[in-house]
């Protein structure tokens, strides 16, 4: 599945892919929204839950007053997703999971 499968959901304001140090591999965001501080932010959650809890399996959501921000990890890369705080987070966490 690709990043547009994500990015194609109503309100899903872009998703990306990053490496375990938070350079972006791939990324589809909208105007506005910067892909390289969500990548990086997205690997420095992840690595700071994988080095306390020292799981292999990782995902994170958060909520803002505007936005969801999802985030997981992903062979040994970081999947990330934000979307409007009203889009539909079951479909998106549905897709999300199948990535």
Known sequence: MELSQLTKIPKV???GLSTLDGFIIDSQ?????????????SAKIINQ???????????????TDNIVFLARLKDEQVLFLIAEKDANLGLIKIKFEKM
């Open 13 to 15: 304001l872009g998703a």
């Open 49 to 63: 839950i994988k080095k306390i809890f020292g799981k292999e399996k990782i995902s994170v959501i958060l909520y």
């Open 29 to 41: 965001f909208i105007h506005g929204y910067e892909p390289e501080k969500f990548g990086a932010m």
